[in-house]
């Protein structure tokens, strides 16, 4: 059995990272909120914008077509998808459920990879993928941050040297479940398909029936919203999966500060055993040396 100062100093140090394990999961627990927030907020806007795209589709007759980019009919040669990691480690599985999910793709197409998080560009560059571009954002990930990779994406598909413009990222369910999420956002082969996929998705769109002139064109004016829109979406869910961080985040180090209070706690048992054990060799001695000496 381990003697008791050996025993004391393993407690010492089990409660320190405890201290830091707990310290941790209240600063995730504060970042998750207002991850989430934000989260929220900005999805009311997304909801917006799609409630516009159908309001403006209802204004167009069937024979009108919008000319935009995400709405060509293209063969897929190459795929271009953004991975959203974190910087950071200690969130449990999170980015290892997207690195399966990523061994799980099919050799062909060939993928060109945009990337958020250090842990993302660590993985890609180590297999060998095709990294095009990496970027780091902070917690708060505001817009101005992400407008570069969306841009970056948006050129590449405009030019045709990719056919797609994806993300896989941890899609936040509740706190104690993120799940790896590939969405796939442009090309949109038929807007009317598009709206009718998002209805069955977010309910029924509300209707205008107003009658509305609009300048240039109510084509015109779909295809900036549409553009919007698409930009809104790959933001709304880079917003999603830094929730879905920071939850993940919040759990472990619980989960962490638990299993060093349970160690404490069996630690402090067998110290006491060892103790006990000390005092209790130490009376025999004693009685013994007593024994001999009245002998």
Same mark, same amino acid.
């Given at each position: 059995?381990?003697?008791?100062?050996?025993?004391? &100093?393993? !407690?010492?140090?089990?409660?320190?990272?405890?201290?830091?394990?707990?310290?941790?999961?209240?600063?995730?627990?504060?970042?998750?909120?207002?991850?989430?927030?934000?989260?929220?907020?900005?999805?009311?806007?997304?909801? /917006? *914008?799609?409630?516009?795209?159908?309001?403006?589709?209802? %204004?167009?007759?069937?024979?009108?077509?919008?000319?935009? #980019?995400?709405?060509?009919?293209?063969?897929?040669? /190459?795929?271009?998808? =953004?991975?959203?990691?974190?910087?950071?480690?200690?969130?449990? #599985?999170? &980015?290892? +459920?997207?690195?399966?999910?990523?061994? /799980?793709?099919?050799?062909? #197409?060939?993928?060109?990879?945009? +990337?958020?998080?250090?842990?993302?560009?660590?993985? *890609?560059?180590?297999?060998?993928?095709?990294? %095009?571009?990496?970027?780091?954002?902070?917690?708060?990930?505001?817009?101005?941050?992400?407008?570069?990779?969306?841009?970056?994406?948006?050129?590449?598909?405009?030019?045709?040297?990719?056919?797609?413009?994806?993300?896989?990222?941890?899609?936040?369910? &509740?706190?104690?479940?993120?799940?790896?999420?590939?969405?796939? =956002?442009?090309?949109?082969?038929?807007?009317?398909?598009?709206?009718?996929?998002?209805?069955?998705?977010?309910?029924?769109?509300?209707?205008?029936? /107003? %009658?509305?002139?609009?300048? #240039?064109?109510?084509?015109?004016?779909?295809?900036?919203? =549409?553009?919007?829109?698409?930009?809104?979406? =790959?933001?709304?869910?880079?917003?999603?999966?830094?929730?879905?961080?920071?939850?993940?985040?919040?759990?472990?180090?619980?989960?962490?500060?638990? +299993?060093? +209070?349970? *160690?404490?706690?069996?630690?402090? *048992?067998?110290?006491?055993?060892?103790? %006990?054990?000390?005092?209790?060799?130490? !009376?025999?001695?004693?009685?013994?040396?007593?024994?001999? &000496?009245?002998?």
């Amino acid at each position: 059995m381990a003697n008791t100062r050996d025993i004391r &100093n393993r !407690i010492k140090s089990v409660k320190n990272t405890a201290q830091i394990t707990r310290a941790m999961q209240l600063v995730a627990a504060s970042k998750m909120k207002r991850a989430q927030d934000l989260a929220v907020k900005g999805q009311t806007y997304a909801d /917006r *914008l799609l409630a516009t795209l159908a309001s403006i589709a209802e %204004q167009l007759g069937e024979e009108e077509t919008v000319a935009h #980019p995400y709405l060509e009919k293209r063969e897929v040669k /190459r795929r271009g998808i =953004l991975l959203v990691t974190t910087d950071r480690g200690l969130c449990g #599985p999170l &980015n290892s +459920n997207l690195f399966r999910e990523i061994v /799980r793709f099919p050799e062909e #197409p060939p993928v060109r990879w945009f +990337n958020i998080g250090r842990k993302g560009r660590q993985y *890609l560059v180590r297999t060998k993928r095709d990294l %095009q571009a990496d970027f780091t954002i902070s917690d708060k990930a505001g817009y101005g941050e992400v407008r570069p990779i969306l841009t970056a994406m948006d050129e590449q598909f405009r030019a045709g040297e990719i056919d797609t413009i994806e993300i896989l990222y941890p899609r936040f369910v &509740n706190t104690l479940n993120q799940e790896p999420r590939l969405t796939p =956002l442009v090309p949109l082969d038929n807007l009317r398909e598009f709206l009718a996929e998002r209805e069955g998705e977010f309910g029924q769109l509300p209707s205008d029936e /107003r %009658q509305m002139i609009f300048e #240039p064109g109510a084509a015109e004016v779909l295809s900036e919203v =549409l553009d919007l829109y698409i930009r809104k979406s =790959l933001y709304q869910r880079i917003l999603d999966a830094k929730a879905s961080e920071h939850s993940a985040r919040m759990v472990a180090m619980k989960a962490a500060t638990d +299993n060093a +209070n349970n *160690l404490v706690e069996d630690l402090t *048992l067998e110290y006491n055993k060892a103790r %006990q054990a000390a005092i209790t060799q130490e !009376i025999l001695e004693i009685s013994a040396a007593t024994f001999f &000496n009245e002998s």
